[in-house]
């Protein structure tokens, strides 16, 4: 089971970390990703992170403003999002994708945390 924290309100410019974390699931056999979804829109990527925090990826909306994280030995994943944007308001999802496997992905997802940003 994966577990989202951090979301909350804050004003343009802001900042906040989300976290995800692995409950009774060792993260560290799963690469991961951040996803997000405004309302009436649909789920989009984010953030990825490899299993061992090796190689990342950002979409371009949010590529210079958000670092996504991982720290195996407490089997949590941190989303740290600056300067943020109205633009960002979403629910964001953790997921999480068998490692080495290329076919499965996002096997698991968390229940997501609200995020809005206020103009």
């Known amino acids: 089971q994966l577990v989202e924290s951090g979301g909350g309100l804050v004003q343009a410019g802001g900042s906040l970390t989300l976290s995800c974390a692995g409950s009774g699931r060792p993260l560290d056999r799963y690469d991961l990703d951040w996803f997000r979804q405004a309302p009436g829109k649909e789920r989009e990527f984010v953030a990825t992170i490899t299993w061992s925090g090796g190689s990342t990826g950002y979409a371009d909306s949010v590529k210079g403003r958000f670092t996504v994280s991982r720290d195996n030995g407490k089997n949590v994943m941190y989303l740290q999002m600056n300067n943020l944007k109205p633009e960002d308001t979403a629910v964001y999802y953790c997921?999480?994708?068998?490692?080495?496997?290329?076919?499965?992905?996002?096997?698991?997802w968390g229940q997501g945390t609200q995020v809005t940003v206020s103009s």
């Open positions: 997921a999480a994708s068998p490692r080495f496997q290329s076919t499965l992905k996002y096997v698991y």
